[in-house]
């Protein structure tokens, strides 16, 4: 049986390499099977098939989607869904324009603390692709007004530091069924170190598809325990590397180490085929 990542990042949101490059490392890793799920946009998807096919390998339709829940701002996988159904692409619309205006919020704010920023050095940062708070971090660093990503997120880019900033994210309820109306399947992603038990179980009966029990900041006690509460939910389990490319993030290390067998996938095509009828 084969290895799959099932969430990974490229140029096209905020990920360090474009998805023809991210597609060879995963080649080298071994993998058989790869999602490429940028942050509410399927560019990246698009852009890696063509290398995908040439490498043998089986590059499934994803996203990684933000939707407000309670406020605050989650994030769900989708995979499988049709990628030419009009109601899945007006939301990825959507979900573009309501990533610049938050953006253009947060500069706003910036500037109220007296840093000297402007939207079109976030937005050339983050060149072709969806624009996101790790974009704000590299113009922050290069200025000189923080020492590194982290320190940038703890300083200024926090949900709790831009908690009174409105944004225009689709709603947890309308990501879920425009997905799954377009035969997508829908999981929870990296629930460990973000929500409450309780929190988790709101968040499921959503009607979410899935949890991301494996994902790098889930240690094995994590995965387990995810993986029980999948099981005993009937829900699906998905996993991955959540790979951004080298120095970016904390989980670079972990692309072809954390990744969930191939037998998983077919439960996934499975869903997704039951909706297209
Ligand atoms: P956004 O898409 O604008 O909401 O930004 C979220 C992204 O920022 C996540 O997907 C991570 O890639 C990155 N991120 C979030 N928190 C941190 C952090 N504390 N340090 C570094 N990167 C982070
Ligand atoms: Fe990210
Ligand atoms: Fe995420
Ligand atoms: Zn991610």
Same mark, same amino acid.
């Given at each position: 049986? !084969?290895?799959? *990542?099932?969430? @990974?990042?490229?140029?096209?949101?905020?990920?360090?390499?474009?998805? @023809?490059?991210?597609?060879?490392?995963?080649k080298?890793? $071994?993998?058989?099977?790869?999602?490429?799920t940028d942050? *509410?946009?399927?560019?990246?998807?698009?852009?890696?098939? &063509?290398?995908? +096919?040439?490498?043998?390998?089986?590059?499934?339709?994803?996203v &990684?989607m @933000? +939707?407000?829940?309670?406020?605050?701002?989650?994030h769900?996988?989708?995979y499988?869904f049709?990628e030419?159904?009009?109601?899945?692409?007006?939301?990825?619309r959507?979900?573009?324009?309501?990533?610049?205006?938050?953006? !253009? +919020?947060?500069?706003?704010?910036?500037?109220?603390?007296?840093?000297?920023? *402007?939207?079109?050095?976030?937005?050339?940062?983050?060149?072709h692709?969806?624009? =996101?708070?790790?974009?704000?971090?590299?113009?922050l660093?290069?200025? =000189?007004?923080?020492? $590194?990503?982290?320190?940038?997120?703890?300083?200024?880019?926090?949900?709790?530091?831009?908690?009174?900033?409105?944004?225009?994210?689709?709603?947890i &309820?309308?990501?879920?069924?425009? @997905?799954?109306?377009a +035969?997508?399947?829908?999981?929870?992603?990296?629930?460990?170190?973000?929500?409450?038990?309780?929190?988790?179980?709101?968040?499921?009966?959503?009607?979410?598809? $899935?949890?991301?029990?494996?994902?790098?900041?889930?240690?094995f006690?994590?995965?387990?325990?995810?993986?029980?509460?999948?099981?005993?939910?009937?829900?699906?389990?998905?996993?991955g590397?959540?790979?951004? =490319?080298t120095?970016?993030?904390?989980? *670079?290390?972990?692309?072809?180490?954390v990744?969930? =067998?191939?037998?998983?996938?077919?439960?996934?095509?499975?869903?997704?085929?039951?909706?297209?009828?």
């Open positions: 049986m !084969g290895k799959a *990542d099932l969430h @990974t990042h490229t140029t096209a949101s905020d990920g360090a390499l474009h998805a @023809t490059e991210l597609l060879k490392k995963i080298e890793k $071994g993998l058989k099977t790869v999602a490429i942050h *509410d946009t399927i560019k990246g998807y698009l852009e890696g098939k &063509e290398m995908a +096919a040439e490498l043998g390998i089986e590059l499934i339709p994803g &990684e @933000t +939707a407000l829940w309670n406020n605050r701002e989650v769900l996988l989708a499988m049709d030419n159904n009009e109601d899945f692409l007006m939301l990825l959507r979900q573009k324009r309501a990533r610049i205006l938050r953006m !253009g +919020a947060i500069v706003e704010y910036l500037k109220s603390t007296g840093i000297d920023i *402007d939207l079109d050095e976030i937005r050339a940062e983050s060149g692709g969806n624009v =996101g708070r790790p974009h704000a971090a590299a113009v660093i290069k200025k =000189g007004y923080v020492g $590194g990503v982290s320190e940038a997120f703890i300083r200024y880019l926090s949900s709790e530091k831009l908690k009174d900033i409105k944004t225009e994210y689709a709603s &309820e309308e990501v879920i069924k425009i @997905t799954q109306l +035969a997508g399947v829908i999981s929870l992603a990296h629930p460990g170190p973000i929500y409450s038990r309780k929190e988790i179980e709101a968040l499921l009966e959503k009607g979410l598809d $899935g949890i991301e029990c494996i994902h790098p900041s889930h240690n006690n994590v995965q387990r325990t995810f993986k029980k509460l999948a099981e005993s939910k009937n829900l699906l389990i998905t996993g590397s959540d790979y951004h =490319g120095g970016k993030s904390d989980y *670079d290390p972990y692309l072809g180490i990744t969930i =067998g191939e037998k998983y996938i077919a439960s996934l095509k499975r869903l997704s085929e039951r909706r297209k009828n």
